[in-house]
């Protein structure tokens, strides 16, 4: 098993959302399903679940009928458990949100340190309540639950990464970035 | 082999039984659930909790005995003091969101959650919190409702269809109290032909049949045990209809209501007090379940002579006169016959064993439209119920008239007149209301399954009974009268010469 | 420093978690060792002697786990480092996963020579996003050093390890609905019996351990059991890693070695309390132990049974320190919203016990609270201990009966005056004080 070992980069990552108006299909992503699969034992194709409808969603920005009754057909898994596993896992959507996806941490710890504060901060901001996406399609918000990451509360995620240490200031300068 | 103690009585249980199935089979009843002697443990419900008494000076300890593995010499209490409030607590929880739904639901009166209740808690709700709502008389597929309020989620509906039907069509999406069952969006239990049998194990009144929703409560009816004709499978099939002392019978009820109707059909090994002596497993094909279908046709009532009305002596005697004259007759026999209905026509064709009778045994009903022909569970691709008591006296020779044949016999249905020998006579034994009815030269009503006990041999070679639901409407016949007549007959037409 | 450092002992710099940093530090090494010196038995044999516990949170013997399986039989076994990190306050197996993930890797090859393993996987909560990637990074390294594939290192030994991300979900961090997880299915918990020793992923024996748990084999092969018993103390050998957040003015991770006192760890290496501020408690190892006050710890030191007898647990190494003046009510109410969002829904006494406790709270945090709410929650805590299919009912009524047996005057005074005890705000430090947005 060889790969080329490309340099990894610690920075922040800031991709958008992708554009949610993409109608065509996924089955292009069916090279790196397989060598995904290759990877597995033998007879591990239900694993296969998870990853394939993660890299759907990346792909797409949520994950949509078609793309379904595709992995069905491809790995020979019953539609009922995908159905299942994507309404049981909270980072898997079936429709589409803003370009970003701003998740904001509200357990114990983070709550100890500011994060109901900054909570309503971003609410009243954006003009928009936790649940919802700005009527321009660029922020979506939601409240989640621990994130790992308590020494640096508050987290906010944003699409993909942590960000750390957050503030209202922190806030204003990381918004003006994500356009 | 071990042996344990349950409630301080030995108990021998098989290698590998759990506490829960070596307690029941020794007549001690542990309540549940999710728990289904034909499905994989889930172990969800948490009501079969017992009490495993310490060894050793050790404390005692409590778990489910669904997925309690039985070790020798284990003593095991069944309704301690801890068990008891351990199983009021469970219950307490499966009734905190549960709607106070009984007086409107239609598994009231044979609902494990009610039993339960009343049995092992009986306190009012502990709870001052609002229920959590959820939706109520989702179309789970065509035939099917699902009130996820009422829905404990115990899971068996859908271990059902992947571990029996194996249609994968149910599941349980969301999760913590928010949990739904949901039918795989592709409509595969609209597909599934064993899906009515989740009503069956639903506990609650979460899964209902449209067909029987809000249509009677269940104290009202009773159960015959009967088999079903779908095919030549012959399930053994509890035929639910109403006491004789509830019938409907005012003005103001229609006359759909207030005839003779079979309510609902249920497999009786489905539920353990009604088992019995019931041989067949606790699951029946979609077909089955629609058996109201079949009888409920609109019924021949009226005897005639070529399309007119006429008294029945007088239809039986122009069936007698026809035979007795017959140079070359042919009976064709119905593969519904009851074997004591096929005896009484042996008989008759040993009457005219001189003359002869040339018999064929036909197949009354083929599949329908989108019917499955058969496959590895229950469904054969024979949709009559007795082919083979039929054969076992007459053979399975193809219907082929002999040259010459003047008089038919038609009993039952799924005969094209059209393909009848040209300027033959016909005497047609049917219960059903059809147009060739009126061009038989004698024709003469019968009764139905419901209306009479008999037995069927199913493909396996095995006799199954049913018994009577109904008395047959007066006008008609009962075909083992028939043919008894028509044997008669025969012997003094001949004793008279000629 | 809070004791001697097993796994945090190397200066984190930009490439210190790559190979070349690895290797320089003597890593693979002991790896080489295992598989050219030592019969998968001897390993086992040597963490057992050495007296690991997991570093999950139900510190069971490592040891021991490792042993039921049946090296003979015949069948696949699989190994599953866990890497779900869920329990709220415990961020510690990322600075693993970061700074160290070839420490992991090589334990994890040596483990899976131990147990006959020849696929082997990390499951790795779905939100990480930097101990992902450096975690996957390594691994590539590791596979085009030969260290993962056939005939590793010049023997017959194979593996081939896979990196399972999650997608979101607390109950996939317990072991037997982590593997469910990597079926491909929802992440459900399950009974036992069977043991996943026995029957575990795809109904084959499978070996689950906590990714520090695992950290830490590799020092113990390569410096023995002796030696590594005689860090820490003799019910607790070794060291813990700690993630401590809260009011404190230096959270972070940390390495102790057991024995260590509580107090000094707070109080010198992590600073103390925000704004001059006295602790008022502290929540030990992850939410789901119960809270001890700052009386109670005073003495304490890092120690299993210690904690044990004061009638809590160290848990999962997730430290909280709460500073005086905060509000126990609010703090236990964003708890049970936590675990009434994470229940999976499968077994009775949590799916609705959980609902139970949340709206109870709620109920008193608006105002609406009754007499008899404060029994509604002991009493459902109560129910849901023992009951369940998986420990997360148990942990809900921990945390709760923890909090109300020794703060109980808050939740009274909240019903009676429809106000918290004090200003209900859990931020104490000065940050905006805008209204809480629960």
Redesign the interface.
């Known amino acids: 098993?060889?790969?080329a070992?490309g340099p990894?980069s610690?920075a922040l990552?800031l991709a958008p959302v992708p554009n949610p108006q993409r109608r065509d299909s996924m089955r292009h992503l069916q090279p790196e399903f397989e060598a995904m699969k290759a990877?597995?034992?033998a007879?591990?194709e239900?694993?296969?679940?998870?990853?394939c409808?993660?890299r759907i969603q990346e792909e797409r920005g949520y994950v949509a009928?078609e793309d379904?009754?595709w992995l069905v057909e491809y790995?020979g898994?019953?539609?009922?458990?995908i159905?299942?596993?994507l309404?049981?896992?909270?980072?898997?959507r079936r429709a589409p949100i803003g370009r970003w996806h701003l998740q904001a941490c509200?357990?114990?710890?983070c709550?100890?340190?500011?994060?109901?504060?900054?909570?309503?901060?971003l609410?009243r901001k954006l003009g928009i309540a936790s649940g919802q996406t700005t009527a321009d399609g660029r922020f979506t918000l939601t409240k989640?639950?621990?994130?790992?990451?308590?020494?640096?509360?508050p987290v906010l995620?944003v699409n993909?990464?942590?960000h750390e240490n957050m503030?209202?200031e922190r806030v204003d300068a990381l918004l003006e970035q994500l356009r | 082999m071990p042996d344990f103690f349950v409630n301080g009585q030995p108990v021998h249980a098989d290698k590998g039984q759990t506490v829960m199935q070596a307690a029941l089979a020794a007549g001690c009843y542990i309540p549940y659930f999710c728990w289904h002697p034909n499905l994989s443990i889930a172990g969800n419900c948490r009501v079969c909790v017992v009490e495993v008494e310490g060894e050793g000076g050790g404390g005692s300890w409590t778990d489910i005995a669904c997925n309690m593995p039985v070790t020798e010499g284990m003593r095991v209490l069944t309704d301690s003091p801890r068990v008891q409030e351990l199983r009021r607590q469970t219950l307490q929880f499966i009734l905190l969101n549960h709607p106070v739904d009984c007086g409107i639901c239609d598994k009231a009166g044979e609902c494990l959650l009610q039993d339960h209740h009343y049995q092992f808690n009986g306190l009012p709700s502990a709870s001052t919190i609002p229920k959590v709502k959820a939706t109520k008389f989702v179309p789970l597929s065509q035939r099917i409702v699902l009130d996820n309020e009422r829905c404990i989620l115990c899971s068996r509906c859908v271990r059902f269809t992947r571990e029996v039907s194996k249609t994968d069509a149910l599941g349980i999406v969301s999760r913590g109290d928010t949990s739904l069952v949901r039918a795989a969006e592709d409509g595969a239990f609209d597909r599934d032909h064993y899906s009515d049998n989740v009503i069956d194990l639903c506990p609650v009144g979460a899964l209902l049949a449209k067909s029987f929703l809000h249509q009677t409560r269940v104290w009202y009816l009773q159960a015959t045990r009967s088999v079903c004709p779908g095919c030549a499978r012959g399930c053994q099939v509890d035929l639910w209809h109403r006491q004789p002392e509830w019938q409907l019978n005012a003005p103001c009820f229609s006359e759909q209501r207030t005839r003779n109707r079979i309510e609902r059909v249920t497999a009786p090994a489905s539920s353990p007090e009604r088992a019995g002596d019931a041989v067949d497993g606790p699951w029946i094909c979609n077909t089955g379940r629609d058996l109201a279908r079949f009888f409920e046709r609109p019924r021949a009532l009226q005897p005639m002579l070529k399309g007119r009305a006429a008294p029945l002596h007088a239809a039986l005697e122009a069936a007698r006169r026809l035979l007795g004259a017959a140079r070359r007759p042919a009976l064709l026999v119905s593969s519904w016959g009851s074997n004591e209905e096929l005896a009484a026509a042996a008989r008759l064709v040993a009457r005219h064993a001189r003359a002869g009778i040339d018999v064929f045994v036909k197949a009354d009903r083929q599949a329908e439209a989108g019917e499955p022909i058969a496959d590895d569970l229950l469904i054969r691709a024979d949709k009559n119920p007795n082919t083979r008591g039929a054969q076992a006296l007459f053979g399975a020779a193809p219907v082929r008239f002999a040259a010459g044949t003047d008089v038919v016999l038609v009993w039952g249905e799924g005969f094209a007149f059209g393909d009848l020998p040209r300027g033959a006579r016909t005497i047609l034994l049917n219960a059903f209301v059809q147009p060739e009815n009126g061009h038989a030269d004698a024709f003469i009503p019968i009764s139905v399954q419901t209306e009479r006990a008999g037995s069927y041999t199913q493909c396996d070679g095995r006799e199954v009974r049913f018994a009577p639901c109904f008395d047959k409407p007066a006008a008609v016949a009962h075909a083992e009268q028939v043919f008894e007549a028509l044997a008669e007959s025969v012997a003094g037409a001949r004793a008279g010469g000629g | 420093m809070p004791g001697r450092q097993l796994i945090m002992n190397f200066p984190v710099t930009a490439t210190s978690h790559r190979l070349a940093d690895y290797r320089a530090r003597g890593g693979y090494q002991t790896l080489a060792k295992a598989l050219q010196s030592m019969r998968p038995e001897d390993i086992t044999k040597e963490v057992t002697a050495s007296g690991l516990l997991g570093h999950g949170g139900a510190a069971f013997p490592v040891g021991r786990k490792w042993a039921v399986v049946n090296l003979n039989d015949g069948q696949p076994h699989y190994l599953c480092a866990n890497a779900d990190e869920g329990e709220p306050g415990t961020f510690k197996d990322r600075w693993i996963l970061e700074h160290a993930p070839h420490l992991l890797l090589e334990s994890m090859l040596i483990a899976s020579y131990a147990l006959q393993v020849r696929h082997a996987f990390v499951y790795i909560r779905g939100e990480f996003d930097l101990p992902y990637r450096r975690l996957q990074y390594a691994v590539e390294e590791a596979y085009a050093a030969g260290y993962f594939g056939t005939g590793i290192l010049g023997s017959d030994f194979a593996c081939d390890l896979v990196v399972y991300r999650g997608a979101g979900s607390y109950v996939c961090g317990e072991a037997s609905a982590l593997i469910t997880s990597i079926e491909g299915k929802k992440g459900l918990p399950r009974n036992r019996p069977p043991r996943l020793t026995v029957r575990g992923l795809y109904q084959r024996p499978t070996v689950i351990n906590n990714v520090e748990t695992l950290a830490n084999v590799t020092g113990i092969v390569r410096d023995g059991a002796e030696a590594f018993k005689r860090v820490g103390i003799a019910r607790s050998p070794g060291t813990q890693l700690v993630s401590i957040s809260g009011h404190l003015r230096r959270p972070g991770i940390y390495e102790v070695e057991y024995g260590y006192p509580v107090v000094r760890f707070i109080d010198e290496d992590c600073g103390g309390i925000l704004d001059g501020r006295r602790l008022k408690c502290i929540v030990p190892g992850g939410i789901s132990t119960k809270v001890l006050t700052a009386e109670e710890i005073a003495d304490l030191t890092y120690d299993h049974k210690a904690f044990e007898k004061k009638g809590s647990q160290l848990g999962s190494g997730g430290m909280i320190a709460i500073a005086e003046g905060t509000c126990m009510v609010r703090l236990l109410q964003v708890m049970l919203r936590f675990y009434h969002h994470e229940s999976c829904g499968q077994c009775t006494p949590c799916r609705e016990g959980m609902g139970w406790l949340h709206r109870t709270i709620d109920r008193i945090v608006a105002g609406d609270g009754r007499r008899e709410d404060i029994d509604t929650l002991i009493r459902v805590s109560e129910a849901n201990d023992g009951t369940t299919i998986c420990g997360m009912g148990d942990a809900a009524g921990y945390a709760t009966v923890g909090i109300l047996a020794k703060y109980r005057d808050e939740f009274e005074h909240w019903i009676e005056h429809k106000r918290s005890k004090f200003d209900g705000v859990l931020d104490v430090a000065q940050a905006a004080r805008e209204p809480a947005d629960a």
């Open positions: 098993m060889s790969t070992l990894v610690d990552v990877r597995y034992p007879g591990f239900s694993s296969l679940t998870l990853p409808l993660r009928g379904i009754d790995l898994v019953p539609r009922i458990q159905e299942e596993v309404s049981y896992y909270t980072q898997f509200r357990n114990v710890s709550s100890m340190r500011g994060a109901e504060g900054l909570i309503g901060y609410s989640v639950e621990c994130l790992g990451s308590c020494g640096t509360a995620m993909d990464s942590y503030s209202a």
